[in-house]
């Protein structure tokens, strides 16, 4: 597909596959309403510094996520008429059935400069529901990164992960513990860099499934538009690696 009117896209810039990843016992992923080439990208660790990229060791190969003004769906154009943008991997196949227990991971890495359009809302991870709406979100804004409790439908509630003065320029490992069920016997835990900053029980989905999805999700954009007066929601990037599904924590380790 080539460049619409307006969009630049280096001639270096290949598409990937997200088949190239290896992710423990999770399905296939495939892209999610984007299909731009930059959206999603393999690349070289950010986070490696000048000289340890100068030491003869070659830096990990991680997953790069953007997101540009006007993403919003390639060409079936989804989110365009739903005021949403994004660059996201969704998991297909058995996905994760009503009671079934499992152990999640991923690293994530928001650099520098990356810029917090709040009001509009932006989920870097969630476990959404087949067939209805996301159960847990995870966001990130100008006060942190956040655990987004969605599972009644009803007014979200936030649990702070990590907090915004330590959040970018460097990686941070979430662990995620779950037994999915729609009644009181449902389990959530999750560690930020090895603390447990959640500890729940009761409900964790509605439907009969969640899957999990990463990557760059806006929600609301224009939330941000009319607060800035503005047609266009500055363009974002993210990282991920070591995404994991397990039966046992010892079995997210690579």
């Known amino acids: 597909m080539g460049a619409k ?14 088949d190239a ?44 996520f953007e997101v540009r003004p006007g993403d919003c769906g390639g060409d079936n154009a989804i989110d365009c008429g739903r005021d949403r943008e994004r660059s996201e991997l969704s998991e297909r196949g058995g996905r994760n059935p009503a009671g079934s227990t499992y152990w999640y991971r991923w690293s994530l890495y928001i650099p520098t400069d990356f810029v917090d359009v709040s009001p509009t809302k932006v989920a870097l991870g969630q476990f959404h529901q087949e067939g209805s709406h996301p159960a847990w979100m995870f966001e990130v804004d100008g006060a942190g990164y956040h655990l987004d409790d969605h599972v009644t439908g009803r007014k979200p509630r936030y649990h702070t992960l990590i907090k915004a003065g330590a959040l970018r320029g460097r990686w941070h490992d979430i662990v995620v513990f779950a037994r ?20 729940y029980q009761g409900p964790t989905m509605t439907a009969e499934k969640i899957y999990f999805k990463y990557g760059l999700y806006r929600s609301f954009v224009s939330r941000y538009q009319n607060a800035n007066e503005t047609d266009k929601v500055p363009a974002q990037t993210v990282y991920f690696t070591n995404v994991r599904r397990a039966n046992s924590r010892e079995g997210l380790e690579p």
């Open 180 to 199: 999915w069920s729609k009644d009181s016997s449902g389990i959530l835990r999750v560690w930020a860099d090895n603390d447990l900053k959640f500890d």
């Open 21 to 64: 990843v290896s992710r423990g016992n999770f399905g296939p992923f495939v892209r999610s309403l984007n299909d731009r080439a930059y959206g999603y990208q393999l690349v070289p660790d950010p986070a490696v510094s000048a000289d340890g990229a100068g030491s003869g060791k070659p830096a990990r190969i991680v997953e790069k």
């Open 5 to 18: 009117a307006g969009e630049v896209v280096s001639p270096t810039v290949q598409a990937a596959s997200p």
